[in-house]
């Protein structure tokens, strides 16, 4: 029988500084290519290359280098201009950033519960755009049953999914292409389920929608 796991109450602590991300390029493939100053590019599987971080500095050019996102990696302390459900802008150590302090802490508390993380970026017409982040999935679940979910959208369309069984030591870089949408106001939404018993945690930090 699976039993309640509660999740514990998140510290408070004063706001941070926002977080310095290293150097971002996107390769020929669409996927994000990621090398971070004085290190060498590192792929992953098809979801998304693996790597620390990324910049986007503009160049006067809108198709490029312009980061989208407000409060990318949330270093705020709070969720603007992203919405949210309660709790999920969070700099509990239990679930430590990617970078900074803070991250988008979604699920975690072992009983049925649903949070979402969401912001609205516009993209330009005739440009490439991809979306990327780092997610970790942690859990207290165990077999090869998907009991908690983490879905990726852009205006209802999924982009990714992920569950417990995703579940993985530290975080994984992911990138997904958002050209389809370019012309568009579209809104990124996360959004996290949780079934009555047992937590996982989906922890998301240093955002990014870029245009090419």
């Known amino acids: 029988m699976r039993h309640h796991s509660p999740r514990s109450a998140r510290p408070s602590r004063p706001r941070g500084l926002p977080a310095v991300l290293p150097a971002l390029a996107v390769a020929a493939t669409g996927l994000l290519a990621v090398a971070p100053p004085g290190a060498a590019a590192a792929t992953s599987d098809a979801s998304g290359p693996a790597s620390s971080g990324w910049t986007a ?3 006067g050019d809108s198709c490029t280098g312009i980061q989208l996102l407000g409060n990318p990696g949330f270093e705020t302390g709070s969720a603007a201009p992203w919405t ?3 709790g999920v802008i969070d700099n509990a150590g239990r679930e430590p950033a990617h970078s900074g302090g803070w991250k988008a802490w979604l699920g975690g508390y072992g009983s049925s ?3 979402t993380l969401s912001q609205s970026v516009a993209l330009a017409a005739g440009c490439r755009a991809t979306l990327g982040f780092y997610l970790h999935v942690g859990t207290a679940e165990s077999g090869a049953t998907a009991y908690d979910r983490l879905t990726v959208s852009a205006d209802g369309t999924t982009l990714a999914a992920f569950s417990n069984l995703d579940a993985a030591p530290g975080y994984t870089l992911r ?3 958002l050209s389809a949408f370019a012309g568009r106001t579209v809104t990124i939404t ?4 949780e079934d009555p018993s047992l937590q996982t945690t989906f922890t998301v930090d240093d955002t990014l929608v870029r245009t090419s």
Do not use: I, L, R
């Not at 996360?190 to 389920?193: L, R």
């Open 84 to 86: 949210t459900t309660a």
């Open 190 to 193: 996360f959004t996290g389920t």
């Open 57 to 59: 500095t503009g160049t």
């Open 175 to 177: 990138g997904y292409d």
């Open 113 to 115: 519960h649903t949070d």
